[in-house]
């Protein structure tokens, strides 16, 4: 198994013949945190508060970190504190260019060449996620994506997000494996079962608040990594035809 597939191994790296579901977040996860996509969403999330709340740019940005942080997504927390309406919200912040969306064959040999049901997971809208992966060319690839609304407005990383994808799929997480950027959207996934893949980038991409920043390669690194994650990976297209390979 080599550095380029695995990225960083925390676990031996293994066989992956009981996995029959494989579960992928969408943002910077299926495609690269360095194309900068989510940067576009961040920045109208921005504006959204802005507008919703009547405050100046930095006093929204201060409260856009700090729902995100407390609540999971900033939707979350404007729906809890403010009333706003959701799909007012999803349908302003995903309103984005995607041609900075990179073509990715090798990831789409990989996808395709998968035993099993595919799944996209995501925080964001459903509609966002068939956008993202119609233009990059994987739509076709997925049994179907999990959107915010599907789980009720519950965000990752709270359990009930989760039990909701796992009850509507009929997904067995003792049989299946979750990609995530987030090392915290991990934690639950790991407590029920799925075998658990950071999909790392050393691009700060976030310019969160430090409790809700991607962990860095060092922090994965150090007394052999969070107990959650099994595997670290840089290059998620090497890793699902390594994975490919076991089964």
């Known amino acids: 198994m080599t550095a380029k597939a695995a ?45 919703a709340l009547g405050l100046g740019p930095a006093e929204a940005r201060r409260v856009q970190k700090h729902y995100y942080a407390t609540y999971g997504t900033t ?7 403010n009333r706003i309406e959701p799909a007012d919200f999803l349908h302003y912040v995903h309103d984005i260019d995607l041609s900075p969306l990179p073509d990715l064959p090798d990831l789409r040999a990989a996808l395709g060449a998968l035993p099993g049901r595919k799944f996209v997971y995501t925080n964001g ?26 789980a009720e407005y519950t965000p990752k990383p709270k359990q009930g997000s989760y039990d909701k994808f796992c009850a509507l799929h009929g997904v067995d997480p003792k049989g299946a494996i979750f990609f995530e950027d987030l090392a915290r959207n991990l934690l639950p996934a ?40 099994d595997y670290v990976t840089g290059d998620l297209a090497a890793f699902l035809e390594a994975a490919r390979g076991t089964l």
Not at 34 to 50: G, H, K, N, P, Y
Not at 128 to 141: D, I, R
Not at 191 to 220: C, N, Q, Y
């Open 190 to 229: 790991k407590d029920m079962g799925f075998t658990t893949v950071l999909v790392h980038s050393e691009k700060d991409w976030s310019h969160e608040p430090i409790e809700a920043r991607p962990a860095t390669l060092e922090d994965l690194l150090r007394d052999d990594g969070p107990d959650h994650i």
């Open 75 to 81: 939707l979350s927390g404007l729906m809890q504190n």
């Open 7 to 51: 990225g960083v191994r925390i676990a031996p790296f293994g066989k992956f013949d009981h996995v029959t579901d494989w579960v992928f977040d969408l943002d910077n996860t299926l495609y690269p945190a360095e194309c900068d996509l989510f940067a576009e969403i961040d920045t109208r999330m921005t504006a959204f508060v802005s507008q």
């Open 125 to 150: 809208s459903r509609r966002h996620a068939e956008q993202v992966t119609e233009k990059m060319g994987l739509s076709h690839l997925f049994h179907d994506s999990f959107g915010i609304e599907d």
